[in-house]
């Protein structure tokens, strides 16, 4: 009976930990005089990011008879450097899972098209320069902290036309396991920076054989 019980929950678990390796993936998408569109995606799931979510109808219930309340104690009020010390020790904690997650979360297919358009041919060009520096020099950065594959970025002028175009779509992915791990990895650090803190405010024990020597 233990056996099957214990093959159960293994069995349990790696199916746990099978979904959990699953990736997630992002699209993202914009065009010119069109809605952007965001969709999130895991197995057979879709969540529409841009969709504002349905109104449910409600059902109308009685309003419940009002409970006469009984005066609750004052709370103390967190003191402001404890509040400043719980803000520095979260914020330092993020570090180790924000940059785990930056690292798993892939882009494996980005497209710009765009089409640079002015006033006239000179004011056209200058945008062109601008927009190019602008768009390269965000690629550059994003390289230094960020897994991109294979983008397909295409800038071109239009000296014709009276406006720009702009044709964006972008997929990333990210393992659900990973995000797990980066949750935990920032909980386990928030919790020892805050238990260090803690130890640090605690006044220093008195020293054994410190007392009692007044009447020597």
Not at 180 to 206: N, S, Y
Request: aromatic share 8%; with cysteine; proline share 7%.
């Amino acid at each position: 009976m233990a056996a099957v019980v214990g093959l159960s929950i293994a069995g349990v678990l790696a199916a746990v930990l099978l979904l959990l390796c699953i990736p997630v993936s992002f699209t993202a998408a914009y065009r010119t005089g069109e809605p952007p569109e965001a969709y999130l995606r895991w197995l057979f799931f879709t969540i529409d990011l841009t969709k504002e979510p349905k109104e449910r109808g409600a059902k109308r219930k009685k309003p419940p008879k009002p409970r006469e309340e009984k005066p609750k104690a004052a709370k103390k009020p967190l003191e402001f450097s404890e509040l400043l010390g719980v803000v520095v020790d979260l914020l330092s904690s993020l570090r180790g899972g924000a940059g785990m997650l930056v690292r798993n979360f892939v882009f494996y297919r980005i497209r710009l098209y765009m089409v640079v358009a002015g006033e006239d041919a000179a004011d056209t060009a200058m945008a062109y320069g601008r927009v190019n520096a602008v768009v390269y020099t965000a690629y550059a950065l994003a390289l230094g902290f960020l897994r991109i594959e294979k983008p397909d970025i295409q800038i071109r002028p239009d000296f014709t036309a009276e406006e720009g175009k702009v044709d964006f779509a972008a997929r990333a992915r990210l393992t659900p396991l990973v995000a797990l791990g980066a949750a935990i990895r920032i909980g386990c650090a928030f919790l020892v920076k805050t238990m260090r803190r803690k130890h640090a405010q605690e006044p220093p024990a008195p020293e054994k054989g410190a007392q009692g020597k007044t009447g020597d």
